[in-house]
């Protein structure tokens, strides 16, 4: 198997699985990302190929190369663009940011300047700090 068709397949295959979640996160950060990483991969697969710490088998390569790297090598940040924030986005994404196609969560659903002086007080926005006595229980 050439390196052309294993990095076909697989990106085939990473895009089958990710592409349903990818499509409702915004397109501006990925492709921004994805321009980043081909960057990235440009210059330091050129370095390390170009050194010889890292060598490919001319008859598994399609023969392109962008100066020293094969063309298949991107393969891996293209992967990486799609991989990386569907994984992210099913474990949870980041705890402060609600996709655009999902509901508020509870817990964000009254904003801090509408709270009620009882939800300031459990967050800490209260103009009298709560104190705690003896038994544990808030003395406010």
Not at 89 to 105: E, F, K, M
């Amino acid at each position: 198997m050439t390196y052309v068709v294993l990095s076909v397949a697989v990106l085939a295959l990473i895009a089958l699985i990710t592409l349903p979640t990818l499509r409702h996160l915004p397109a501006r950060p990925l492709v921004l990302t994805a321009l980043v990483l081909i960057a990235l991969t440009a210059v330091f697969d050129n370095v390390i190929v170009g050194l010889d710490i890292v060598a490919y088998d001319d008859a598994l390569t399609s023969g392109i190369r962008l100066w020293h790297a094969p063309i298949e090598d991107f393969a891996y940040a293209l992967g990486a663009v799609m991989l990386i924030p569907t994984v992210w986005t099913w474990l949870g994404g980041p705890r402060n940011a609600t996709p655009a196609h999902s509901a508020t969560p509870a817990h964000r659903a009254t904003p801090a300047h509408r709270a009620t002086p009882a939800h300031r007080a459990t967050r800490g926005h209260d103009s009298e700090p709560a104190t705690i006595g003896e038994s544990g229980e808030s003395a406010s």
